[in-house]
């Protein structure tokens, strides 16, 4: 199919999209938008109520905000409390993922039974892996699990019902298929576009989600008990972040129309795989390569504090003038996921022989912290956020760079799953925010 003369005409056709749906900033502050559903201090419009978790960076003391070392919560748990608490022997996502769905900490024969119901339902339909994963391999590994979740509601006799029960079996069956789909799906890219060899592991329902993911992408399946604990770890870690991140609240905004989970989850699975949002490790692992080639010496404190200069300026790696992993949306004093992430990450470098590459981080992280705050007016603190790391471990695990942002949709569907439960269960009214037209009319 010749398509060069709709992509000329594209081309041509831009200049008059820009004309036409400019806005200026000046009437954006005559109306009193927020843009990004925030305010101007970054805080976000509040646009609902749960109980499912909590992101703290602040706290009131006699009416003045003070920036805190960040808190996040768990259905009332700090997430530094549940990851202390997993008991020797014993991988947390699952119990956690418990936690989250159903509001409760689960006692042992209530975990036992649902490892049981995710173990036993780690399978796809009938020849799935071959006609819609393997015959449409995809480069892009978040579409192609997206396409493989709406093509399973063909395979749902009750797909579109949106009874609690019918919609918390949807979810169970999800959480437990996205590990195949996405180690599924890289594979047949893998083999039809890097013409490599191609292996299809099943999941071992005794194994946990850590330890499956590790099992079916490795070609030996083997792994150490290190790699699948911090696995676990980052995966608890990415699982919740509150109702108003983006793909959350795409997941709560769907919902609320009456759509189908299938729909509901592949909608925020496109949200996610954007890099402001679930790409955003990869952008830091960019950065750091890019840093790593421009700098003579990577233990050189002060080249790489020049080169981070250059960055900050719009002069050095993607003249976005941004050093990635760095500052958060919510956060101020620290990112709780990065300062618990930050100990297990040292103990894998140190396992694999990468401790040089963690002192770069470091140095990294210590720089451009500081530069930010000297350079630029933030008014609630510079930290570096998860993503700054969650790229380097994966890395570390031999874990490819197309399944970055699968890995996180993999953690992220408990969360999803989570919010659309309470949104059917709370809520009654579809989410329709408010856009002020500012078009001239052209007629009387």
């Known amino acids: 199919m010749d398509s060069s003369n709709i992509s000329m005409y594209a081309s041509r056709m831009c ?8 806005i200026s900033e000046e009437l954006f502050k005559q109306y ?3 843009r990004g559903l925030r305010d101007v201090n970054g805080k976000g419009v509040l646009t609902g109520l749960t109980n499912i978790s909590q992101v703290l960076a602040f706290k009131d003391e006699n009416g003045v905000k003070v920036p805190i070392d960040g808190e996040l919560w768990y259905r009332g748990y700090r997430v530094n409390s549940l990851i202390n608490d997993i008991k020797p022997g014993e991988f947390g996502f699952e ?4 936690l989250l769905l159903f509001g409760e900490k689960p006692t ?10 995710i173990g036993e339902n780690r399978t796809l339909p009938t020849n799935f892996t071959r006609d819609v994963i393997m015959k449409a391999p995809s480069k892009d590994i978040m579409n192609s699990m997206t396409r493989s979740i709406l093509t399973l509601a063909s395979y749902d006799d009750n797909a579109l019902s ?3 029960e019918n919609s918390i079996r949807q979810c169970l069956l999800l959480i437990a298929q996205f590990p195949m789909l996405a180690t599924y799906a890289y594979h047949a890219y893998n083999h039809y576009f890097c013409d ?3 292996y299809i592991h099943r999941p071992d329902p005794n194994l946990s989600t850590a330890e499956n993911i590790l099992t079916m992408l490795r070609p030996d399946q083997k792994y150490t ?6 696995l676990d770890i980052a995966l608890i870690l990415h699982m919740e ?13 769907v919902t609320s129309a009456g759509t189908d989970t299938y729909s509901a989850v592949a909608a925020a699975m496109c949200s996610l795989k954007g890099p402001k949002h679930g790409g955003a490790n990869i952008k830091v692992m960019d950065m750091m390569s890019n840093i790593k080639a421009n700098v003579s010496d990577i233990n050189d404190r002060e080249e790489i504090r020049s080169y981070l200069s250059k960055m900050l300026a719009g002069e050095a790696f993607d003249k976005k003038g941004l050093i990635y992993g760095l500052g958060h949306a919510i956060y101020s004093v620290s990112d709780p996921r990065e300062v618990i992430f930050k100990s297990y990450v040292e103990k894998l470098a140190a396992d694999k022989g990468k401790s040089q590459e963690m002192a770069f981080y470091n140095i990294v992280e210590e720089e451009g912290i500081d530069l930010i705050r000297h350079s630029r007016k933030i008014y609630k603190g510079v930290c570096p956020n998860v993503d700054f790391y969650s790229g380097f471990v994966y890395d570390m695990l031999g874990i490819p760079s197309e399944l970055y942002t699968p890995l996180f949709a993999i953690a992220r569907i408990v969360g999803w799953s989570s919010h659309r439960i309470e949104e059917l269960i709370c809520m009654n009214k579809i989410i329709r925010p408010a856009y002020m037209s500012v078009m001239e009319k052209n007629e009387a």
């Open 15 to 22: 200049d008059t999209c820009k004309k036409n749906d400019s």
């Open 32 to 34: 009193g938008v927020n």
């Open 95 to 98: 119990r956690i993922a418990y």
């Open 108 to 117: 042992d024969s209530q975990f036992k039974e649902f490892c049981n119901i």
């Open 162 to 164: 949106l009874e609690l």
């Open 196 to 198: 490599t060899s191609m």
């Open 225 to 230: 008990e290190l790699e699948a604990r911090i």
């Open 241 to 253: 972040h509150g109702g108003g991140n983006n793909s959350t609240f795409t997941t709560r905004v």
